[in-house]
């Protein structure tokens, strides 16, 4: 305290300073504030504000990734699809190769006229363009005993093939019966196996056409069962392609 100055009472001081203490860091009411904390509530805010985004972009990041992995199962999805028809079309193919290929042996292999064998009988099923004609040829070139046409419609007489074929009817008479009982290649062979079977006969000569002999051949040959000898002899033909395919 300066010389010549009153003194201040200490109430006075302590006022005063509570005076200058407000100036600097109250406000009303005398109720001190520091500086850095009401600075701190702007740095608070911004804290918030960057942890908010840092959340958010980890969520993308998370949503990004997500993307990413779904596009790559699509993706592997469609890889396994495509590879799954390249297989059934390889399948398909394989199949259709193995059938060209039997439909192309099937062809090469089927069966032609029988020259120079005898048998005990000829069997002619009825359907086709030169079977009748063939088996009577073979009967009068004495090639067989006795002849089997099966499959004629009902009511057809021996005479009236005598007179259609222009073969004497003492022929038909003596060597030629009809069956008029089957209806399919398989009938056709049970029909015959009977026949066969009531005469005692042990080798066949099967006079159809060619596209026929194979699977005619296969019926009558397990119809009759092994004691019976049974030979193609196939009578050249033009079928349709769509006959073939049936075949």
Not at 115 to 128: E, F, K, Q, R, S
């Amino acid at each position: 305290r300066r010389a010549g100055r009153a003194a201040v009472p200490a109430a006075d001081r302590a006022g005063c300073g509570d005076r200058r203490g407000g100036g600097r860091r109250g406000g009303p009411g005398g109720a001190g504030v520091p500086r850095h904390a009401a600075g701190g509530v702007g740095f608070g805010t911004a804290g918030r504000d960057h942890a908010g985004r840092g959340r958010l972009g980890a969520a993308g990041a998370v949503a990004a990734r997500l993307r990413i992995a779904g596009d790559g199962g699509g993706a592997d999805d469609r890889r396994r699809r495509v590879a799954a028809v390249a297989v059934i079309v390889r399948l398909f193919g394989l199949v259709a190769l193995a059938w060209c290929l039997g439909f192309a042996v099937f062809m090469l292999l089927l069966p032609q006229p029988l020259g120079g064998n005898t048998t005990d009988a000829i069997v002619v099923p009825t359907g086709g363009a030169g079977r009748i004609d063939r088996g009577i040829a073979l009967l009068q070139a004495k090639q067989a005993r006795r002849m089997l046409v099966t499959g004629v419609a009902l009511g057809v007489r021996p005479i009236d093939l005598a007179r259609e074929y222009r073969t004497p009817s003492a022929q038909f008479a003596c060597c030629i019966d009809l069956g008029a009982e089957a209806v399919d290649t398989r009938s056709n062979a049970e029909g015959t196996a009977a026949w066969v079977k009531t005469h005692g006969y042990r080798t066949v000569r099967l006079v159809t056409s060619d596209w026929h002999g194979p699977r005619a051949r296969m019926e009558l040959s397990a119809a009759m069962g092994p004691g019976v000898l049974v030979l193609g002899d196939g009578v050249p033909s033009t079928p349709r392609l769509g006959t073939l395919v049936n075949e």
